[in-house]
């Protein structure tokens, strides 16, 4: 395989890399969701009735239970509705601080801070799980998914930009390093054939690269263009 097949290879993991990073944002939009439909629920009438004692046991039938503090605060929900079930836990303010839901798509749970923000979110999908970390802002700033391809750790900055991810195909680990833009700048790789290095320009064209195979370690520079112009041996 060649050198420049070997860095195509590696910008191929860098970009598939990104384009499931977007799993982590629609993992946050999901949980805002979830919050949301838990209070609606919580402002709902709900049809309550109790079966009697059966064969020694009591049962009771009900499509929600809300659990109120002395002062008559709720505290926690229990809901079933058309799109699935969900609990709500409260604080003593009456924000949602811990919500666990299922649906026909995805089950997974979120947590809140004091002010009532999503702070993480854990949600597993058709195409895996995928674990979320957001900021005060409510940005996402860490996230981890397991794909069917492999596992993917993004770290993105308060742009919400992704700087660093770090992928592992079931061709070798990748490690990408982005600039204020999200372009890649930085990948290091380890493939079959042994591990690669490579700087990118602003353009993305890859400017210098070094890799070591069987055959011993290669450096190569190259032009704006992304052709050599200096390589050794």
Aim: aromatic share 4%; proline share 6%.
């Amino acid at each position: 395989m060649t050198m420049e097949e070997r860095l195509a290879n590696v910008e191929r993991e860098l970009a598939r890399a990104k384009r499931r990073n977007w799993w982590l944002l629609a993992a946050v939009g999901i949980a805002v969701a979830i919050c949301a439909m838990g209070w609606a629920v919580m402002g709902g009438e709900q049809a309550v009735h109790a079966q009697g004692v059966a064969e020694g046991k009591k049962v009771i039938h009900a499509n929600e239970f809300i659990l109120e503090d002395q002062n008559g605060k709720p505290r926690a929900s229990l809901a079933v509705t058309a799109d699935g079930s969900e609990l709500d836990l409260f604080d003593v303010g009456g924000k949602a601080r811990a919500v666990l839901f299922v649906n026909a798509d995805q089950s997974g749970q979120f947590l809140s801070d004091a002010a009532g923000k999503p702070r993480a979110s854990l949600a597993v999908t058709a195409d895996g799980p995928v674990l979320t970390f957001l900021d005060a802002a409510g940005k996402p700033r860490a996230g981890l998914n397991v794909a069917a391809d492999g596992p993917v750790l993004s770290l993105r900055d308060a742009a919400g930009k992704p700087r660093a991810n770090l992928a592992v195909p079931p061709d070798g680990p990748v490690l990408s390093l982005r600039d204020a833009a999200g372009k890649p700048r930085a990948g290091l790789a380890v493939q079959a054939e042994g591990p690669v290095l490579a700087f990118l320009d602003a353009a993305g064209k890859p400017r210098a690269d070094l890799a070591v195979t069987a055959d011993g370690p290669h450096l190569s520079l190259r032009d704006a263009a992304g052709k050599p112009i200096w390589h050794a041996p």
